[in-house]
């Protein structure tokens, strides 16, 4: 195409050529020139001269004349390229041919080359292969490309499309045109980039230019440049702790960009340890991680295992995989007894130590926090000391008699769910100290005997029990003072120290002493060791060991002792009265009086329990003067005693009517032995007297010595009762120990015990028989509160045996 009409006309008239030069491609008609002009000719006598335009060589014609202008025209397309080709000059050469006359000019067209052609490259497509290994600096030359235009309006330069791989060299031939090489500037990576298409444009000189463009198809061959390469640089993943053999623990994948072998990816283990090559298995192909052996947290809790993945070519690319082992509560707690201090002495005070424990669980955080406790209604508690360890510590106090030992369970609990537990017992015992002393098993004992009873034989035993253990628990029992009656209390009673039996050591006498008490000693053999004491009230019963003694008449059988008896007497008159004693008491000191013998049977009467001898019927003259009279006195003991005296009675109301009396009252053998008598008791009595005397006053000195003896026979009361009487308060004549219930319970103890002492200060006398009254309610005193304590204490009093 044209550009636009544009050309140069130049003519040049040599010898009648005509010379013009015109751009190539000119419209069909447009003017070159005038040929007339330029020749020289005559315009209006052109058509005469009928000008044509051959050619020569040339078959065709590319211009004519106009006849009326003489201008010459263009008539034919005229393509430089296509008449010239790449000749740097290109003439067309015309004849115009004219008649009237024939002449002959030559017109020479000098076709100019105007840019009309683009650079044209031979293929649409320049294919390469690059291997991506090729080096940075390689060239690879490209097509040269095609313009039909000459001069400037050909090739001038080329142009790369940027890009990051390839830079454009282009270079001038020596005898060619331009071309171009493509310059590898910086490797290629098939992995990145399979292929690279370049667009490369070839630009003319022309005005405006024009350019032609050919595509650049970069194939990047691959080499087996990478190593696979891991999708993690580092695998974490968590595995609990006791996972199935066969868990896939995870799956490992490598990609290598290369191709074929060179990407072909096979799995391993980098460097690891045997041990481990047991724990895990790596599937060559497929990269699956599996456990194949057991996991214990507690033994490992974390696994650092080298892989590799390896192409055809043996090119490797490493990772690493981090397994977590996740803790699974599987550990029981642990109880240990660190230490245990068995015995516990009982008297530990609250808060003693008595073992430490430590509890221990293998598993971690929550799983291995441990709570311990203790079972409760124990005396005992569990207290935290550092981590992990407990006290155990006694909470109160301890009491070996009642509980001798301790199995206590400990009970741990981990925080895991589910939470793991266990126990554990901890025995000890508890030892005993000396805190119990023996007790006796009554508050007191009463023991009963008999008098006349034989030494060394047993009257009664006490019992003392103490709860302590071996010999804190061993009793032994002794007697303790103070004396009895003076009397050391071991010529009285002995005790068996293990037993507890208590022995008599001689034998006692009723009349002599009723009552005493001793003391027992219960002590254990602990160290110190501990006692306690009891009293033993003694009590000797009677026996009827004592026949009644007659105090009147005289059993002697002295004939002074005639009673007269008035003959006016009537019946019932009073005559005489037999007044006896016994020193036995109760029963066997209760007498009944019989005559067993009369001169007349039917005249005297005696009262049984009075020993009054009465007349039966009234005195007559026949009566015989002189009447005898065998009284017997019988106590009512069993066996009974008795005694007998004989009575002489005098019927008379004068004694001098008695002649005979002398004869009566002895005969001749016994008068002399009377005489003896009479002196013996005269000097025994003078003798007696004065040691009365000095008893008495000894007694003055020492008044509230008591009096042990009771001697019968000392004082003829004034009233007719027997001076024994008298101290059981008028209350009967029966007397034996528990005469004395009835008699104390009659008042409270207190003014019992009041109107004794004022009784005993208040009553200031020598009377013998009162101050053996006062002794014996003095001796008495202690046990009456005892005896009365018992009787509001305790309705039932056992008694000690009695024995001989
Ligand atoms: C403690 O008690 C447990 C069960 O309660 C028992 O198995 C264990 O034998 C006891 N220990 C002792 C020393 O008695
Ligand atoms: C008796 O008690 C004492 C402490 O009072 C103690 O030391 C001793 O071990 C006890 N004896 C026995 C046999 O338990
Ligand atoms: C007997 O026991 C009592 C208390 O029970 C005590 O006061 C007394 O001292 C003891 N007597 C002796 C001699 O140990």
């Not at 009237?100 to 683009?118: A, K, Q, T, V």
């Not at 640089?233 to 053999?245: I, R, T």
């Not at 008159?573 to 007498?591: E, P």
């Not at 013998?597 to 026949?622: C, M, N, W, Y």
Request: proline share 5%.
């Amino acid at each position: 195409m044209f550009g636009f009409a544009f050309f140069v006309l130049m003519a040049h008239t040599t010898n009648g050529d005509v010379s013009y030069s015109i751009p190539e491609e000119m419209k069909r008609g447009s003017v070159i020139g005038n040929v007339a002009k330029d020749l020289g000719l005559d315009v209006n006598r052109l058509s005469f001269r009928k000008p044509r335009i051959d050619t020569e060589g040339n078959r065709k014609r590319f211009c004519e004349i106009k006849l009326n202008s003489g201008e010459l025209t263009v008539a034919e397309r005229i393509d430089r390229e296509a008449l010239c080709g790449k000749k740097a000059s290109c003439l067309l050469n015309q004849e115009l041919v004219l008649e009237n006359p024939l002449e002959l000019h030559r017109l020479i067209l000098s076709i100019d080359d105007i840019n009309d052609n683009s650079p044209q490259f031979k293929q649409s497509i320049i294919k390469f292969e690059i291997s991506e290994s090729a080096d940075k600096g390689s060239r690879y030359l490209l097509d040269e490309a095609q313009d039909p235009d000459i001069g400037v309006n050909s090739v001038q330069s080329y142009m790369l499309q940027n890009n990051d791989h390839f830079l454009l060299s282009v270079i001038t031939g020596e005898n060619r045109g331009k071309y171009g090489e493509l310059v590898l500037n910086k490797e290629l990576d098939r992995e990145q980039q399979k292929e690279v298409t370049l667009i490369l444009t070839a630009v003319d000189g022309g005005t405006p230019p024009r350019s032609g463009t050919v595509a650049i198809h970069v194939t990047v061959l691959d080499a087996n440049d990478n190593a696979p390469v891991f999708s993690q640089a580092v695998y974490k993943v968590s595995l609990p702790e006791n996972s199935p053999v066969d868990t896939v623990v995870v799956t490992v994948s490598a990609t290598d960009a290369d191709e074929g072998q060179n990407g072909e990816v096979t799995y391993e283990f980098g460097h690891v340890s045997e041990s481990l090559l047991e724990i895990f298995f790596l599937d060559a192909i497929t990269g699956e991680i599996r456990q194949t052996g057991p996991i214990d947290y507690e033994e490992e809790s974390s696994f650092e295992l080298s892989i590799q993945a390896k192409d055809g070519q043996g090119l490797a690319g490493r990772s690493i995989l981090l397994i977590d082992v996740v803790d699974v509560n599987d550990n029981n707690p642990i109880i240990i007894i660190k230490s245990l201090n068995s015995p516990v002495p009982e008297n530990a005070s609250p808060g003693t130590e008595v073992g430490i424990i430590n509890v221990q669980d293998r598993d971690s955080e929550n799983n291995g926090q441990v709570r311990c406790s203790i079972q409760q209604n124990v005396r005992f508690k569990l207290v935290p000391s550092i981590k992990n360890y407990y006290s155990l510590v006694t909470t109160g106090e301890l009491d070996r008699e009642l509980v001798s030992d301790y199995n206590i369970t400990i009970t741990a609990t981990d925080e895991g769910s589910p939470p793991l537990s266990s126990t554990k017992n901890v025995y000890f015992t508890v030892a005993d100290v000396n805190d119990n002393p023996p007790v006796f098993e009554e508050q007191n004992y009463r023991a009963h005997v008999q008098e006349n009873n034989k030494p060394g034989s047993s009257i009664c035993s006490v019992s003392a029990a103490d709860l302590d253990w071996r010999q804190n628990g061993t009793v032994v029992y002794s007697l303790l003072p103070p004396d009895v009656n003076s009397a050391p209390v071991s010529s009285f009673l002995s005790i068996n120290a293990d037993t507890g039996v208590i022995h008599a050591m001689r034998s006692f006498d009723y009349e002599q002493l009723k009552s005493f008490k001793v003391l027992v000693l219960a002590r254990d053999n602990g160290s110190p060791p501990l006692s306690s004491n009891v009293t033993v009230s003694v009590f000797i019963t009677d026996e009827n060991d004592n026949t009644p003694q007659i105090l009147y008449p005289s059993p002697d059988g002295n004939s002074f002792m005639t009673e007269m008896v008035p003959k006016s007497a009537q019946t019932g008159s009073l005559v005489s009265k037999v007044i006896a004693v016994d020193a036995d008491s109760g029963q066997n000191a209760w007498l009944t009086y019989h005559i067993i013998k009369a001169s007349d049977p039917g005249l005297f009467s005696i009262g049984v329990h009075s020993g009054e001898i009465r007349t039966q019927r009234d005195l007559s003259e026949s009566d015989s003067m002189k009447q005898n009279l065998i009284v017997s006195v019988r106590d009512n003991g069993q066996p009974s005693l008795s005694a007998t005296c004989a009575l002489y009675l005098l019927i008379s109301d004068n004694l001098a009517e008695v002649p005979e009396l002398k004869d009566m009252s002895h005969d001749e053998s016994s008068s002399k032995l009377t005489f003896y008598l009479i002196i013996a008791l005269v000097s025994v009595s003078t003798f007696f007297l004065t040691f009365i005397i000095i008893i008495l006053a000894v007694r003055f000195c020492r008044r509230k010595k008591p009096r042990l003896y009771f001697d019968g026979a000392v004082a003829i009361p004034s009233a007719y009762l027997p001076p024994n009487y008298a101290e059981v308060d008028g209350a009967g004549t029966l007397r034996s120990a528990y005469n004395y219930d009835a008699y104390l319970t009659t008042g409270s103890r207190t003014s019992d015990f009041k109107f004794v002492r004022s009784y005993n200060e208040g009553t200031m006398t020598a009377d013998m028989t009162l101050r053996k009254t006062q002794s014996s309610v003095d001796d008495l005193e202690g046990l009456d509160a005892d005896i009365n304590d018992s009787l509001q204490v305790r309705s039932i009093m056992p008694f000690c045996a009695m024995f001989g």
